[in-house]
């Protein structure tokens, strides 16, 4: 129904940025909300961002807010995730996914793609 391609990440040291994009084909008219997760190994999958298509509304886990922005281009069916002061600790697998209208979870899921940062 909607497909999701992640790209963007990289190797990139700390302090640095880097910006991912969440390409969507198919049924892109019922998306809801788009959201970035991200899973680091040996550690549970965790909420990055969300913006509701709609209205672009935001939202950002307390531990990128004021680093990371999330933003969408209708025209290309893109969600962005815009990462500053890149630290260690964001080191992970980025996921982008999508809750649909009527929906409660995130139900479509892209392939991922890996962010590290070097000390």
């Known amino acids: 129904q909607v497909q999701l391609v992640e790209s963007g990440g990289g190797l990139v040291q700390a302090g640095g940025s880097l910006r991912l994009s969440c390409a969507a084909s198919?049924?892109?008219?019922?998306?809801?909300?788009v959201g970035w997760f991200r899973r680091a190994p040996g550690k549970e999958r965790e909420f990055v961002a969300g913006?509701?298509?709609?209205?672009?509304?935001?939202n950002y886990a307390d531990s990128v807010k004021g680093r990371f922005t999330i933003s969408r281009d209708n025209a290309k069916n893109t969600v962005y995730l815009q990462m500053n002061s890149l630290k260690p600790e964001d080191t992970a697998a980025y996921y982008c996914?999508?809750?649909?209208?009527?929906?409660?979870?995130?139900?479509?899921w892209g392939q991922g793609t890996q962010v590290t940062v070097s000390s």
């Open positions: 198919g049924r892109t008219s019922s998306m809801h909300i």
């Open positions: 913006i509701m298509m709609s209205g672009g509304s935001t």
């Open positions: 996914a999508v809750r649909l209208f009527r929906g409660v979870d995130y139900d479509y």
